[in-house]
């Protein structure tokens, strides 16, 4: 325990000395860091796919989901992804320095709001060994040293990747220490992490509720959490329906395992039956266990399984949706209020009206009209990557990139004043 305490008290001390130099790095020498890693991860592919390998067959032997060895599962077209990722954030401005307001106060102090690297960023997540590039790079770029500690499921894959895009920061000039990875599966490490409060800034932590809750619990330090994706699709009376069934079956089909994906979809008591007589019938085909109340059933007969309540509050991250007939927006809006999580929610509608009352009114991260939920990405929305999708209301917002990587100070130029 004391060696476990100690190793990860050395990583704050050797992260704080990266942070340091590394706020005072050109953005030029920054994305050469960048490319540097891009070109390592292609690389060390041979070797990050075995690690990958590894963990795959240990998942498959647990039992684990089909969504989540998904999510866990590397390949060399996954690998180039990473990289190409890398590189567009390369080629993303970089937001520290950027002026965000500049003003002259009457006795000639000038003031600058100026944004700066945050510092130390912990990042503490499950499954996904992409997020060990997403987050290393977007910290670099923004000039901050990051600690990772990844879940034991992607142990092997995260040590791989975290190697690599260390060779490369290191071939570049900047500070190998700039990123690194928690080599244990041991849950004590993150209490550790989460007490290093004289090392780190901020705390983030991606994954399940049990690991944020415990986060949160333990952090000494602001934690921007990254909540359940309980994502919910509102199709209206006034929904083309054909769209309709292509943002419900994107949604929820394409990748079920991800955050962004919906989880209930709530559908207009007057367009019930026809909606469940071609988007309820298309996701059967596609193997989708429907979990309705009453008036679904109804339509889909014993095709739906009875819903619990609890359904309704389920991130599900499989092949299973729940459903729900409702009397219009108001009601579709009390519901995602009442079961939601504030991630991504959506409106299907050709009311412009009914459209805008449901952006004002849902209270989440993003909210959607007429489009598929599966946009809630760093990528999707031009940050080039992403930390997480932050369901908090302080500081960052949706999918946290670049700019939320940042703070500010303040810099005041004076030529001797006073104050009385």
């Known amino acids: 325990m004391t060696d476990l305490k100690s190793q990860i008290e050395d990583f704050g001390r050797r992260a704080r000395a990266a942070a340091r130099v590394l706020a005072r790095t050109s953005a030029e020498q920054k994305n050469q860091g960048l490319l540097a890693m891009a070109d390592e991860i292609v690389a060390a592919a041979p070797s990050i796919l075995e690690a990958n390998a590894k963990d795959v067959a240990k998942a498959t032997a647990e039992g684990l989901s089909k969504a989540m060895i998904d999510r866990l599962t590397l390949d060399t077209k996954r690998l180039e992804?990473?990289?190409?990722g890398i590189r567009q954030v390369a080629a993303l401005p970089d937001p520290v320095g950027e002026q965000i307001r500049d003003w002259t106060r009457p006795n000639g102090l000038r003031i600058s709001k100026v944004r700066v690297p945050i510092g130390v960023v912990g990042i503490i997540y499950e499954s996904r060994p992409n997020v060990t590039s997403d987050a290393a790079v977007l910290c670099t770029k923004t000039g901050n040293a990051t600690i990772l500690r990844g879940g034991s499921e992607s142990i092997h894959s995260n040590v791989a990747i975290a190697a690599a895009l260390s060779r490369g920061a290191a071939k570049a000039g900047l500070p190998e220490d700039s990123v690194l990875l928690i080599p244990t599966t041991?849950?004590?490490?993150?209490?550790?992490?989460?007490?290093?409060?004289?090392?780190?800034?901020?705390?983030?932590?991606?994954?399940?509720?049990?690991?944020i809750e415990t986060v949160v619990s333990h952090a000494r330090m602001p934690v921007i959490k990254h909540y359940d994706g309980i994502c919910i699709i509102y199709v209206d009376k006034e929904a083309d329906l054909a769209m309709a069934e292509n943002i419900v079956l994107n949604a929820k089909c394409q990748r079920p395992g991800v955050c962004n994906a919906i989880e209930t979809v709530l559908v207009h008591r007057d367009i019930a039956d026809q909606f469940f007589a071609t988007t309820g019938k298309a996701l059967l085909e596609?193997?989708?266990?429907i979990r309705g109340d009453d008036a679904t059933r109804a339509a889909l007969g014993d095709k739906a399984k009875a819903a619990t309540p609890e359904d309704y509050r389920t991130e599900f991250l499989d092949l299973i949706i729940a459903s729900k007939v409702v009397g219009g927006v108001g009601e579709a809006i009390d519901h995602i209020e009442l079961n939601g999580s504030h991630h991504s929610d959506g409106i299907v509608t050709a009311n412009e009206q009914t459209a805008e009352r449901f952006l004002a009114e849902v209270d989440s991260a993003t909210v959607y009209w007429n489009a598929s939920t599966r946009f809630t990405d760093g990528g999707e929305f031009g940050f080039g990557a992403e930390?997480?999708?932050?369901?908090?209301k302080l500081h960052a917002r949706g999918p946290m990139a670049l700019e939320e990587l940042t703070t500010y100070k303040y810099l005041l130029r004076g030529t001797g004043q006073i104050r009385n």
């Open 387 to 392: 930390i997480g999708i932050s369901t908090d």
């Open 186 to 211: 041991d849950r004590e490490a993150v209490k550790h992490l989460c007490a290093m409060d004289k090392y780190l800034d901020v705390i983030v932590p991606r994954g399940g509720k049990g690991l």
């Open 81 to 84: 992804a990473m990289a190409d």
């Open 286 to 289: 596609r193997n989708v266990e």
